[in-house]
């Protein structure tokens, strides 16, 4: 069975700090990608990578970074955690392929900046 | 900018009544549209997906969605809604296989 797994369900930070979201595929995909999810809004690109080491910018990359040494795994940063960063972070893997192309996703964790 | 849009960001329906979902695409180059269904505090799970094999895809839990090219639509129907069904349903797209594109989603609720 296929499986995005996502580091925590839940997380609790103070303003000011450092957070780092972690997740990991077992499905040697390409791609991976990092959303966030809000009320009304949908799902929001944050960023996305097709390859290790490589990354390019989404929708909404203020205010975030990440990082992919390893082709499995790929880190959401917030270098300074605010509390408008208080959302659902969904992270997102996908093949390259042209068949099963499709996203596969995580259990989410919610962040909560306080 | 490629952007996918759903009408009504909340549906309610009585068990057993017909489901649809609405979902548009705004592009000249027919994408590759999917739907996806999430349970609260869950991640999102793949219902079906178009691939230009068929217009009409079946997918899981007795879903399916008709792409009408002429129309930019790729509406989720299903013919009897169950309890179960109700969560939030979320329609996409991907025009190179590694970009997905989400539409703001809309909250199905099933009534007794």
């Known amino acids: 069975d296929v499986k995005v797994t996502q580091s925590s369900r839940y997380l609790v930070k103070r303003t000011g700090e450092k957070v780092f979201l972690e997740c990991v595929q077992d499905?040697?995909?390409?791609?991976m990608f990092w959303y966030r999810q809000d009320p009304g809004l949908g799902l929001r690109l944050i960023y996305f990578s097709y390859d290790v080491k490589m990354k390019e910018k989404g929708d909404i990359p203020e205010g975030y970074s990440v990082s992919r040494e390893k082709k499995e795994r790929f880190s959401l940063i917030l270098e300074s955690a605010s509390t408008n960063q208080t959302s659902m972070y969904l992270c997102a893997s996908s093949s390259s392929g042209q068949v099963n192309f499709e996203a596969f996703f995580g259990q989410g964790t919610r962040l909560t900046v306080v | 900018a490629q952007s996918v849009t759903q009408l009504g960001s909340h549906v309610s329906v009585s068990e057993g009544a017909l489901v649809l979902l609405r979902c548009n695409y705004s592009s000249s180059v027919p994408p590759y549209l999917f739907w996806y269904v999430q349970y609260p505090n869950q991640g999102l799970q793949l219902l079906l997906k178009y691939t230009s094999a068929a217009t009409l895809v079946k997918g899981i839990n007795g879903f399916e969605a008709e792409f009408k090219k002429s129309e930019t639509s790729f509406h989720l129907t299903k013919p009897s809604a169950h309890m179960s069904d109700a969560a939030e349903y979320f329609c996409a797209v991907t025009y190179n296989f590694n970009k997905f594109y989400f539409g703001s989603g809309t909250k199905l609720n099933v009534k007794p």
């Open positions: 499905m040697d995909h390409e791609n």
